[in-house]
């Protein structure tokens, strides 16, 4: 039945949130964002900084108001104040960096993707189980509002049966950044088409068949664009497009024979989407800001609170979750033929 309001996103109580003590490892673009949203937004507290010069780990730290500055990972994990770490290193430094912080004994936030492919994911859970920590993927749009809406809306089965997911994500970067780099795991797979794998498996579970489809990047040393067609359960078929050459929509649209989402693009950024009933013409709109990176204390929160409630996983992002997701991403790069330096 269609619904006369949408959900209200759901939060931890305050009180269920410990105040946990952080250490950022690689002080990059997104870990700016991260510290500029605990600083603003929770009680988090982050204490150490660490990157592979104390220069640069100095200048963050008095950048973001940081008591300690490490010119490398083994100084913040050797920390005995540091109860957990976010890593936000290039992709091919999670996996290593993951698992130096988990034997070191620290609870971890691993930038997405968690790993480069779903074996280096499995050993990372693998090792917190065995350090008794949590590690968790800061897919950052699963732990916000808008996620947590969808997520209602479709274990309510507002939509019906889900036939159709159609979704983009494309954004056009110049040949100096990093995502044009194959040292560093680059094309837009784990960069851009990870939200929309995620975004797939969210949905529909783990794809049963995949098809896809690559073009070099300009130079030929990174994929340069991908599309995807994985088919799901019973019905579902999700029709899914990423580039690193050009700028598109960015929407995504989740289709039942009951009702529709259309989230406006960026899909998985914080914005607006409908719901709108197949019959009837009835419409419900979710509104919010475009804060983007101001909601990241969204995911600190929910990794607080996994550790005060000592769960060994996230009930909003679980680990089955992550390595399917990992899975679908390395059939895609096998059919397109991509082998990341660290696999050869």
């Not at 917190?128 to 950052?140: I, N, P, S, T, Y």
């Amino acid at each position: 039945m269609f619904p006369s309001v949408l959900p209200q996103p759901r939060r931890h109580a305050a009180a269920d949130i410990p105040v946990l003590r952080w250490g950022i490892v690689g002080p990059g673009w997104i870990a700016e964002r991260f510290v500029q949203s605990l600083n603003t937004q929770s009680q988090q507290r982050v204490l150490a900084v660490a990157s592979r010069t104390l220069a640069k780990a100095e200048r963050f730290a008095t950048q973001w108001g940081i008591p300690h500055a490490c010119g490398d990972i083994d100084a913040l994990l050797a920390r005995g104040d540091i109860d957990a770490v976010y890593i936000a290193t290039p992709h091919n430094h999670h996996f290593p960096d993951g698992l130096r912080a988990l034997n070191a004994g620290k609870h971890v936030l691993i930038e997405k993707p968690l790993a480069l492919n779903a074996q280096q994911g499995q050993a990372l859970y693998a090792a917190a189980a065995a350090q008794g920590k949590l590690v968790m993927e800061a897919m950052w749009c699963d732990y916000a509002p808008k996620y947590d809406v969808i997520r209602q809306l479709l274990a309510d089965g507002v939509l019906g049966e889900v036939h159709t997911l159609l979704a983009d994500h494309g954004e056009f970067f110049t040949p100096d950044h990093r995502i044009y780099n194959p040292d560093l795991a680059g094309g837009p797979m784990l960069d851009l088409g990870s939200y929309l794998v995620s975004l797939s498996v969210m949905v529909g579970g783990a794809p049963e068949t995949i098809v896809a489809r690559g073009t070099p990047a300009p130079g030929g040393r990174v994929n340069g664009q991908t599309s995807m067609l994985f088919t799901q359960g019973p019905s579902l078929h999700s029709v899914l497009h990423t580039t690193l050459m050009s700028n598109t929509p960015g929407g995504a649209i989740v289709a039942g024979n009951q009702a529709t989402l259309n989230l406006e693009g960026q899909f998985y950024a914080p914005g607006n989407f409908t719901l709108t009933a197949s019959s009837g013409g009835n419409v419900l709109h979710w509104e919010e800001p475009r804060n983007r990176y101001d909601q990241l204390f969204h995911q600190a929160e929910h990794f607080a609170w996994c550790v005060g409630q000592g769960l060994a996983d996230s009930p909003r992002r679980s680990s089955s979750q992550v390595i399917a997701t990992l899975a679908a991403m390395d059939e895609v790069r096998r059919q397109i033929g991509v082998v990341f330096n660290e696999e050869q």
